[in-house]
């Protein structure tokens, strides 16, 4: 597998994990943003402790974050970066439907799901055909 086809795979779990993180940050109370960070709202224990400890803390567990996914995703072996990348789109698309969800109803947690689905089965197949037409041209 060549690089490219390697961060083209990191495209659905960096997706699920941003937009996470973004409406994470979205539905923050106003009092949050205005320094009471007690009243942070997030249910990843290491998240939240970043939050209450600063309001800067979300933005660098994003980055710190999104470092390691890419990290991750790119350098384990095939299988256990498959493995990975599929847990964290599953487990963000999942956090990211606890806030929108109970806000916005049933529909948009069903349309986050396929949308993420599509996307990981869309880029799933343009890596095969890539290997597909590489293995062509070797033979």
């Known amino acids: 597998m060549n690089r490219k086809q390697k961060l083209l795979l990191l495209v659905p779990a960096l997706w699920a994990s941003l937009f996470d993180i973004v409406i994470t940050i979205v539905h923050q109370p106003k009092e949050y943003w205005e320094g009471n ?46 493995i990975f990348l599929v847990f964290v789109m599953i487990v963000h698309s999942w956090a990211a439907s606890t806030w929108i969800g109970p806000r916005y109803g049933f529909w948009s947690v069903f349309i986050l799901m396929i949308l993420n689905s599509i996307l990981f089965c869309a880029i799933d197949e343009i890596v095969k055909e890539n290997n597909s037409q590489f293995s062509n041209l070797k033979s």
Do not use: D
């Not at 970043?50 to 803390?57: E, F, K, L, P, Y």
């Open 37 to 82: 960070l007690q009243v942070a709202n997030e249910g990843n224990p290491m998240g939240k402790f970043m939050m209450t400890n600063h309001v800067s803390g979300i933005f660098l567990i994003l980055i710190f974050w999104l470092v390691l996914i890419g990290l991750l995703g790119y350098y384990l072996s095939r299988i256990m970066s498959r």
